[in-house]
Structure formats: structure tokens, C-alpha cells
């Protein structure tokens, strides 16, 4: 049998027994003979035999108490009625999943884009030590100081423009945000400018577009009137203090950080609601990092809580793997070694990976969270899901490389390109995309249907190797280590109870 278990019984620190059922995607709280019995039925003992075996004084379950026979035969009956209706079944990895990704909604997804980025310029006035486009990594196109060609992305505009107005675009969010993306992106201002100025002009009714930039600040002092003017949403990347900004360094490799600090203090004085409202950091967590003086620095300079994101573990060249390594440190790790982090974790929340993933569980398996309208009037009938956790091409963003490559989104590797635009034709044949991932599908559903994670995967194909038959994946989970996750959730919502209603009211999960 290799169809996954479905009731997994598990223990929070304060000795309360649940069970989730993945099949009803629901974490019950269970009566300590409930959970023996899952516990036995998860061992494959044949529970009628067990039952007729048991002396008519019954059980002792240890830090529960003593239950008589009677106790016993009346959950095991409630522990068959609720299997027969749908509870602690197997879970079918074939009827869950589709391995066949219909090129329709591709099309579809492209229609529905939401985002557009550009990667302006492969250039960069920083040399930082993890760079995604530097010496750790070898899944990216050699960077050549190149800039985005005006015409061809003018050329992907017009085609998405046809898209957006296609009957095809369904979406209710008429929000569409124009992203620029580097290198720095600021070094190829002209071309900044004047793709605002063909957006602006582009027909599309009932649309807005809003602007996005990443950036590391060194030419704020230069732009910041002309993204104030255009309410740029704009992300500064910036790892907390001196010491922890440390491996963000010029050319000449001296600390950028005394510059970065000017840029964003002239920006906070001369435009401050602006800087309130529309300015975020992103910080990079290594082994010069520390979660509470990252904490601490923002909110004392800035009044704000960062987003803080690990190295990528993707694309690294083989050859720097123990350097890579020494430099990557753990978010999870170093909140462990903050002394009361409550008020710390209250207020950077859903900043905190830890938060992100209890809101997915939430999600998951309290039965009672929608992700819009029609799911509260949903049916039965699951919407059709693919193994892992890769979007749909093109349903969260579309990328355009410097070398007029097509990309799903900035963060894969360049040699993933689905297409290519000149500056006269966009050149994206969505049937090999299809083929591709469903190859990939095949490929990975050998290791997803005996993976305890599956139904909860945020994992990305296009982070994995996927050349061999028999890819491999680092977040691969057994039934024992799902267990543990499940109580560390259930144990942290059993503490703080504020916590869950925070998520609930909070946090929408895409
Ligand atoms: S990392 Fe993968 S799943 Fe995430 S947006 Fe990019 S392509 Fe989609
Ligand atoms: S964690 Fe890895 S093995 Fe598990 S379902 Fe996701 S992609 Fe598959």
C-alpha cells in the first residue's frame, strides 16, 4: 500500500492528544482513548482482536488515567463511525492530485497576470558577498553590465495588454504592478521613465498600475522625488546594522552601510508619510545576522519590521557548497535563542517565517478559512491541485530577463526561460511549457505520494534538480516528522491563543 495515512494522531507540550485528519483537512482535539486507538490502527494492529483481548477492567493510559472496557468499546465505535464517514482514511495520492496540466490554464494565467518585472539592468553598484547573481550560485545568466532593451519590453506590454483585455482575464482585482528589478535597477533610470510614460498611456479599462522597485538605496539621493511623484512601493534591501549589513560592500569592497543610511534618513525627512506608507526593508539573514538586532534596528531607526529572508538554497555551484554553508545561518535557529520573543514575534508576525507557515496550517486544517467567496460555497469537490507547491506559470508574476528571456517569476533559475520577446514579437508556446511541467509532475509525484508534506508543499519544482528520473528534495517529510511539526504548531496555539485570532482576522492566505 502506498497510499499516505490519513489520521495522524500527535501530542502538544501540554499533553492535550488531536488527530489530523488530512483526508477531511481538519486537526480534532481527541479523548485519550480516541487517540490510543488511532495511535494502534497507525501501527497496523487489527483493532477487533484488540478489543476482544482487553480485560473487562480495561486500559491505563499513561498521564490519562484508567478507562474500563465499556469506556474503550464506546470510542472505538465512534473511532469506526467517523471512518465511515469520511475520517482517517488513506489518502489517494492519484485521485488528489493531477499530474496533467491542461496548457489552457497557462493561457489563462497569463491572461490573469498580476505582475510584471522587469530585470532593468544586470549591472549593480554592490559587490554583496551572497548575491543571488554571484559567486555562490550557477543558475543565472553571466552578467554582462547589459540593459533592458526599451523596445522589447514595450513589445511584452502590448502583447499583455491584449491579454488583459481578452475575455480570458476573469480576475476581480483590477490591480496589475509594474515591477523594476536589477542589478540595480535605478542605474538604467532612462529606461524607468519611460516605460511609466508608455504604461501610462496603455488601454486598459477598469485597471490601475501601480509601481514596484527593489533597490539598495545608493541612488535614492538621485531618484527619490521622481518615486515619490510615482508612489513607487519600494523594497530597500538592507540587513540591519552595521555588522549585519556587512557583506553588502562597494566595488572596492569598503561597507555600503554609511551610504545606505544617508539615502534612506534624506528620504524618511523629505517625504514622511510617503516613507510611512509605501517604504519596506528586506533583509538578508547569514551567519553575521541576528533576528533581534534586526528586530531592533528597524524599529528603533525607522519604525518598521523587516522582511527577513534565508540564502537560497537553489542553484548553488558545487564548489562553494562548504563556503555557502559557513555564510547561510537559520531564522528558526537564532528565534530560538531570543530571550522572551513574544512581543518581538507579536509584532513582526506574519514577517516571521515561523507565523507564515502556522497561518498555513490554520489554513489548512481548521475548516474555516476561505480564500474568497465562492470557496465558502464551494462543494465537496477539491479544486484540481498539482503535486508540489509551483504556481501555474504565470498565474503570480511574469519576469523579463535582461536577455529578453521570459521567466515565471525572478526568483527560479535563468535557465528555466518559457520564452522570449524582441522588439517585435513575444514568443512564448505555451503547449512545451505544459509538457515540461507535466513531465516534472511524473517525475516528482514518485517521491510526493510517500511524502507526508504533500498536501501542504510550498516547495518549488524549479528549485529542484530536475534533470535525472528521480529528482531528489530536500524537504521530503516522513509521518514521524509531520508528528513533530503538528505539535509545534498545536503546542504554540495552545500558548498564545492570541496568536490564532490575529491570524484568523489578519492574515489572508494566497
Ligand atoms: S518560485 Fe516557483 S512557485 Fe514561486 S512564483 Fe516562482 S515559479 Fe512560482
Ligand atoms: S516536500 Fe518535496 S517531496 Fe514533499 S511533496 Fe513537496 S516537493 Fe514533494
Not at 495522524?8 to 487517540?35: S, W
Amino acid at each position: 500500500m502506498n497510499a499516505l495515512y490519513s489520521g495522524i494522531p500527535f501530542m502538544t507540550e501540554k499533553g492535550n492528544r488531536y488527530v489530523c485528519a488530512r483526508d477531511r483537512r481538519q486537526a480534532l482535539l481527541c479523548h485519550p482513548l480516541l487517540y490510543h486507538i488511532l495511535t494502534l490502527a497507525e501501527q497496523g494492529v487489527d483493532l477487533d482482536a484488540w478489543l476482544n483481548r482487553l480485560p473487562d477492567r480495561g486500559i491505563t493510559i499513561e498521564k490519562a488515567g484508567t478507562f474500563t472496557k465499556k469506556d474503550v468499546e464506546y470510542y472505538y465505535r465512534k473511532y469506526l463511525f467517523l471512518r465511515e464517514h469520511g475520517y482517517f482514511g488513506r489518502v489517494d495520492f492519484d485521485r488528489e492530485f493531477c499530474l496533467d496540466l491542461d496548457p489552457d490554464r497557462i493561457h489563462s494565467a497569463l491572461a490573469n497576470t498580476k505582475q510584471v518585472i522587469f530585470e532593468v539592468t544586470d549591472a549593480c553598484n554592490l559587490r554583496c558577498a551572497y548575491c543571488g547573481y554571484g559567486k555562490f550560485y550557477k543558475d543565472y545568466d553571466k552578467r554582462e553590465n547589459k540593459k533592458l532593451d526599451l523596445r522589447v519590453a514595450k513589445c511584452l506590454l502590448e502583447f499583455l495588454e491584449k491579454q488583459w483585455n481578452s475575455d480570458a482575464n476573469v480576475s476581480i482585482d483590477n490591480r496589475i504592478a509594474i515591477g523594476f528589478y536589477g542589478g540595480e535597477p535605478l542605474l538604467n533610470f532612462s529606461f524607468i521613465r519611460d516605460i511609466i510614460d508608455h504604461v501610462e498611456h496603455l488601454n486598459i479599462p477598469n485597471h490601475r498600475f501601480v509601481y514596484t522597485m527593489t533597490t539598495n538605496a545608493l541612488l535614492l539621493d538621485k531618484y527619490m522625488d521622481f518615486l515619490y511623484d510615482h508612489q513607487f512601493e519600494l523594497l530597500i534591501s538592507l540587513d540591519g546594522n552595521r555588522r549585519n549589513n556587512s557583506y553588502r560592500v562597494l566595488p572596492d569592497g569598503s561597507e555600503a552601510y554609511d551610504l545606505i543610511m544617508k539615502n534612506v534618513f534624506a528620504l524618511k525627512k523629505r517625504y514622511p508619510d510617503y516613507f510611512r506608507e509605501k517604504v519596506n526593508f528586506n533583509a538578508v539573514f547569514h551567519n553575521r545576522s541576528s533576528l533581534f538586532d534586526i528586530y531592533q534596528f528597524f524599529k528603533k531607526k525607522f519604525d518598521k519590521t523587516p522582511m527577513i529572508f534565508e540564502l537560497n538554497t537553489a542553484g548553488i555551484d558545487p564548489s562553494r557548497l562548504g563556503e555557502f554553508w559557513n555564510t547561510f545561518a537559520s531564522i528558526q535557529e537564532d528565534l530560538q535563542k531570543v530571550n522572551n520573543p513574544q512581543p518581538m514575534i507579536e509584532d513582526m508576525f506574519v514577517d516571521l517565517p515561523g507565523i507564515g507557515s502556522l497561518s498555513k496550517f490554520i489554513h489548512q486544517y481548521t475548516d474555516c478559512s476561505f480564500s474568497d467567496y465562492n470557496d465558502v460555497m464551494a462543494t465537496e469537490d477539491e479544486p484540481v491541485r498539482f503535486p508540489t507547491g509551483t504556481c501555474i506559470p504565470f498565474s503570480r508574476k511574469i519576469f523579463l530577463t535582461v536577455n529578453n528571456k521570459i521567466l515565471p517569476c525572478e526568483k527560479v533559475g535563468q535557465q528555466h526561460a518559457m520564452g522570449y520577446v524582441t522588439p517585435e514579437k513575444v514568443k512564448i508556446d505555451i503547449d512545451p511549457i505544459a509538457a515540461i511541467y507535466n513531465g516534472y509532475y511524473r517525475k516528482i509525484s514518485k517521491l510526493c505520494r510517500h511524502c507526508y508534506l504533500a498536501d501542504d508543499c510550498g516547495k518549488c519544482m524549479l528549485h529542484l534538480d530536475m534533470a535525472g528520473d528521480a529528482p531528489e528534495c530536500d524537504h521530503f517529510t516522513t509521518i514521524d516528522e509531520r508528528r513533530i511539526r503538528f505539535s509545534a504548531h498545536l503546542s504554540y496555539l495552545e500558548d498564545h491563543p492570541r496568536t490564532y485570532s490575529r491570524i484568523i482576522k489578519e492574515v489572508a492566505y494566497d
